[in-house]
């Protein structure tokens, strides 16, 4: 049977209890004789804060490097509101991305066809949709220096974040998007501002180029972020595969989640750079959502991000691609069956916690397993 080392970083809020649905999965797995998944634990963000006063130790940065692939539930609330910039909750992701080097996050946005009436978007509008929304995950204004806060000495404050990236880093995650696309619809639709930032203006070239070189064979379409968040509600089904930037990844991607009805339904995979040696690639999985302080504790959360999450583990990380497809047919099974957790309930469904949920997913699993 087939050995991986995880390191499940829970992280605050939701996430132990979406985490413990993650765990019962893998115990599945065991039990099956599938794969043996040794996992190892760490705190991360608000709750590392508590223990340690930082967002991540060093000892769990270093798990993370050495793990096959760090598992991810959701850190932050208002608990931690005052606490310094630097060891904000927030600052632990950051830090795992950037170290990790996870520069490709690729965020599914597939329409279940239970759920079709869950989205605000009209059934024509989302039915069957399935597209990916491919962000930049290590660059730009997320780790652009200066970053800073200045006195002006009169009265005023200055705040600055820099939009920064190189060529590189746009050819790489450029050819991701192409190379994903070409195992799908064959479209890639590259998202920048080009009319007001000169990253925007890099962006647009460089991609471009590598499409000329290497990907003549993909259609490629340019659009300006704002527009592509406009047609994203509009008909978001012209899409295939959406590349863009960090900053803009993560708002079109928290609206991409709202056309499958939930952000509670949105997984996704962070990514780094092949090693040649290994042929491996370090990898972090975690749900699009945050960590919801508001339903915390509940019993509540939606748990199916987390384990389409874990989907995506197995089909990026252990090469596991048909467990990756049964286990996202037993989560479409569980929401045919009319199991609905609050955050996508429905008429006529039934009201399911999060233990339930997950059980349900196992049990379909089980079922289309035997
Ligand atoms: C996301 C989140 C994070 C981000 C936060 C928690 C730092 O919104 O993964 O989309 O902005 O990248
Ligand atoms: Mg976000």
């Known amino acids: ?25 893998l115990g599945f797995y065991a039990k099956k004789g599938i794969a043996d998944f040794h996992t190892e634990e760490g705190l991360v963000g608000g709750s590392a804060y508590d223990a340690h006063k930082v967002a991540i130790t060093e000892a769990t940065m270093a798990k993370a490097h050495a793990c096959d692939a760090v598992i991810f539930g959701a850190v932050g609330g208002p608990r931690w509101d005052k606490v310094p910039f630097e060891a904000r909750p927030e600052a632990g992701l950051l830090r795992l991305r950037k170290e990790l080097g996870l520069f490709a996050n690729i965020r599914p946005a597939i329409v279940y066809p239970a759920l079709a009436d869950a989205s605000s978007l009209k ?10 929304i491919l962000r930049e995950l290590t660059g730009g204004v997320y780790f652009g220096e200066p970053k800073t806060i200045s006195d002006l000495g009169n009265g005023q404050k200055r705040a600055i974040d820099t939009q920064v ?3 590189y880093e746009i050819e790489r995650i450029a050819r991701v998007g192409f190379e994903l696309a070409r195992k799908r619809r064959n479209k890639v639709t590259s998202m920048e501002k080009r009319n007001v930032m000169k990253t925007g203006v890099l962006w647009h070239e460089v991609v471009g180029r590598i499409h000329d070189r ?14 592509g968040g406009m047609q994203l509600v509009r008909w978001p089904k012209q899409f295939d595969v959406i590349v863009t930037d960090n900053l803009f990844g993560d708002m079109l991607s928290d609206v991409a989640a709202m056309l499958t009805g939930s952000l509670g339904m949105l997984p ?8 040649p040696k290994t042929g491996r690639r370090k990898a972090m999985y975690e749900p699009v959502h ?17 384990l389409a999450s874990f989907a995506m583990a197995m089909r990026y990380s252990f090469n596991m691609g048909k467990e990756a497809d049964r286990l996202e047919a037993a989560i479409a099974a569980a929401l045919a069956e ?8 429905s008429e006529g469904c039934n009201i399911v916690s999060t233990a339930e949920m997950g059980e349900a997913i196992v049990g379909e699993l089980e079922t289309l397993s035997a």
Do not use: C, W
Request: hydrophobic share 45%; no cysteine.
């Open 123 to 132: 059934r024509e509008a989302v039915e069957g949709l399935d597209i990916i």
């Open 268 to 275: 996704s995979a962070s990514l780094g750079e092949l090693d």
């Open 214 to 227: 290497e990907y003549q064979d993909v259609q490629l379409e340019h659009m300006l972020a704002d527009a």
């Open 1 to 25: 049977m087939a050995t991986f080392n995880l390191l499940l970083l829970a992280g605050d809020g939701i996430g132990p209890e979406v985490m413990a649905e993650v765990k019962r999965l």
């Open 165 to 167: 990236y190189d060529t």
């Open 338 to 345: 009319g199991l609905r957790t609050a955050d996508i309930k």
């Open 290 to 306: 945050g960590s919801a302080p508001d339903i915390a504790g509940k019993g509540m959360a939606n748990p199916i991000a987390m």
